[in-house]
């Protein structure tokens, strides 16, 4: 137990290597020691090595086929690897043993996004929200589908929202910005993307985002 909780602390901490030594030391001791498992999958996550975090949480399924944090920790792996459905399959488990696992929804809700299913990514985004109204990720994210429909007005609206639970959250402003593009709202637009800049001066995207905004409004001056 002592080599497994240092190395929750590690993997608290950032340190993601010596988490993986302590909970190595602690699967050595007691194989079937489920949270060392799952917590030492995390921590190949964070270092990218996904294939090596699905065994954790798989080792872990295998130990107890009714724990929801193991689905949903392997969905996530399987989304980082681009196996979308395989991930929309594994939060689909975590639901199914938790209802109210709110990260869950919007796992999902982002793996039917990245498949172009958007309207099912509302629903689920939108579940996501009701059981965590403060959820800004998940306002954010349905904007996004919102937006990839064409629904401009309510990518508007969620991204407004997800600003203000997180007033620092460049990608919503730089969304924002897009679905106020997709409004011919141009200079609202150059604002929010200017906004983004100012929280990331390294996000490449919302650069690009205004430039098109600028060209958008240039347009919109012509004789």
Request: glycine share 8%; aromatic share 12%; net charge positive.
């Amino acid at each position: 137990m002592a080599y497994r909780n240092r190395g929750i602390v590690y993997r608290r901490l950032g340190k993601y290597e010596e988490a993986i030594k302590d909970h190595t030391k602690a699967i050595e001791l007691n194989p079937q020691l489920v949270l060392a498992n799952i917590s030492r999958g995390i921590s190949y996550g964070k270092l990218g090595k996904h294939q090596e975090a699905i065994q954790d949480f798989t080792k872990a399924i295998e130990f107890n086929p009714k724990y929801a944090p193991a689905y949903h920790n392997r969905g996530i792996s399987y989304g980082r690897l681009g196996k979308h459905q395989e991930a929309i399959q594994d939060f689909t488990k975590a639901i199914e043993f938790n209802p109210d696992y709110a990260w869950a929804y919007h796992n999902r809700g982002l793996a039917y996004r990245m498949l172009g299913k958007n309207g099912e990514a509302i629903v689920d985004l939108t579940k996501a929200i009701k059981l965590n109204p403060a959820y800004a990720w998940a306002y954010h994210n349905r904007g996004l589908a919102y937006r990839m429909l064409g629904k401009h007005e309510e990518a508007v609206k969620d991204c407004t929202e997800a600003i203000r639970l997180d007033l620092e959250y460049a990608w919503a402003f730089n969304s924002r910005g897009l679905a106020y593009q997709g409004l011919g709202k141009y200079e609202d637009a150059i604002v929010d993307h200017t906004k983004a800049i100012e929280l990331d001066p390294e996000y490449a995207l919302a650069y690009n985002s205004r430039g098109l905004a600028h060209q958008g409004l240039a347009s919109t001056r012509k004789p």
